[in-house]
């Protein structure tokens, strides 16, 4: 298996950095060596940027690997398997841009999940945004994320100290993984009753009383779409950049919990805009609202994606509901996932609105050759990236 690299494709699929980061990782994690070219194919500005960059880093920490063509506009890397691992339990990335941290702990947990020993805790500071447009959000990991890999058995605890916005970034924020034993779950019911819904304001470069009147109409708006469910909106203090008037930008993250013990999320960013706060909690609620009903006793479509590697790490079968894909970020997590552990994913629809995401984890302990034959080192053009075998595949544009 020495002679063995797992050549993917980066423009094939979501072709952006997803492809990037749930191939090196569960790489790194178990032990491959990866060639990624074409990254970023689809992207306007194809190659690697900043965050990209500093999320390689990260991963290959974490793994002890090392790392190739890793440089800012790069289109090809290699990540390979180390010889030893880190003494350190606790690495550092920043990406010295607006690079979004939610994605450079994307990028590391999967690695993290495969080589950490149970009980042991990780610790990521995390350097970059962490509040930007076309990511998840730091507290979207933090509310979100966190309580459902907690029912995997994958605890996650984040402490940001500094808001990072575009342009500048410079947000810090620190997160402490720690795995318990890893179990499959059953998040398949078509309904589950609302429990509790959690909520987060932030800003920059707006007064403390838009925030205020923000989180007052997401309140109301969510007393009115959740009838006599608790609702606790927080709000901190907005972040004000000496010197020139900065950009301005209002961020809002919801956490809906669930009789099913999981947690849906939505969110709104406002940025250099005027903010009105009934229209961006009406905006805000709605999308909950929609999330909701098509999850039933499952999570939303963006968190889906973001949960699926972690199913095929898990010994026996997994069944997770979720809104029907809108874009190919699901179906790019399962095929790499399937591929590089050997786990059976199937999506069946559930009505007009919804799938239903089972997976038939990897058996117990790595396995003795990949899954997917990989290519020879010097196949280098090889395209070796295959679909997810499915029963019925619902995944928009797939």
């Not at 991963?59 to 390979?80: D, F, N, P, R």
């Amino acid at each position: 298996m020495a002679n063995i690299t797992e050549v993917i494709d980066g423009s094939a699929m979501e072709g952006g950095g997803q492809v990037l980061r749930v191939a090196t990782a569960l790489g790194v994690g178990l032990g491959r060596k990866v060639r990624v070219h074409s990254i970023r194919g689809k992207r306007p500005v194809p190659g690697l940027r900043p965050q990209h960059v500093a999320s390689l880093s990260l991963v290959c920490q974490v793994g002890g690997a090392s790392l190739t063509g890793c440089e800012v506009g790069s289109t090809e890397v290699t990540v390979s398997p180390a010889e030893r691992r880190p003494a350190s339990r606790r690495f550092e990335a920043d990406a010295g841009t607006a690079g979004a941290t939610p994605l450079m702990v994307q990028a590391a947990l999967p690695a993290i999940a495969l080589l950490a020993l149970p009980n042991v805790e990780t610790t990521l500071d995390l350097a970059g945004g962490t509040n930007t447009a076309h990511a998840p959000n730091i507290d979207h990991v933090k509310l979100v994320l966190a309580p459902n890999l907690a029912l995997l058995g994958i605890d996650l605890r984040v402490d940001t100290m500094r808001r990072g916005f575009y342009p500048e970034g410079g947000g810090r924020t620190s997160v402490s993984i720690t795995r318990r034993a890893l179990e499959p779950i059953d998040l398949s019911a078509a309904s589950a009753a609302p429990v509790a819904v959690r909520g987060i304001v932030c800003g920059r470069g707006i007064p403390r009383a838009t925030c205020d009147a923000v989180a007052a109409a997401t309140t109301r708006a969510l007393s009115d779409a959740f009838h006599g469910v608790p609702a606790e909106v927080q709000v901190e203090e907005p972040y004000r950049k000496r010197g020139r008037k900065p950009r301005t930008a209002c961020a809002v993250q919801l956490a809906l919990s669930t009789s099913s013990a999981a947690t849906i999320g939505a969110d709104v960013l406002l940025e250099n805009a005027p903010v009105d706060p009934d229209e961006a909690a009406r905006r805000l609620v709605t999308a909950l609202r929609e999330r909701f009903d098509s999850a039933g006793a499952g999570v939303d479509e963006q968190t889906a994606d973001q949960l699926a590697p972690f199913l095929a790490l898990v010994t026996g079968k997994s069944r997770l509901r979720c809104a029907r894909p809108t874009c190919h970020h699901l179906q790019t997590s399962i095929s790499l996932a399937s591929r590089f552990t050997g786990a059976k994913f199937s999506l069946l629809p559930q009505g007009d609105d919804a799938v239903l995401l089972e997976c038939d984890g990897r058996p117990s302990g790595p396995p003795t050759h990949p899954p997917h034959s990989g290519a020879r080192e010097d196949d280098h053009h090889q395209n070796t990236t295959t679909t997810t075998t499915t029963t019925t595949t619902t995944t928009s544009g797939a």
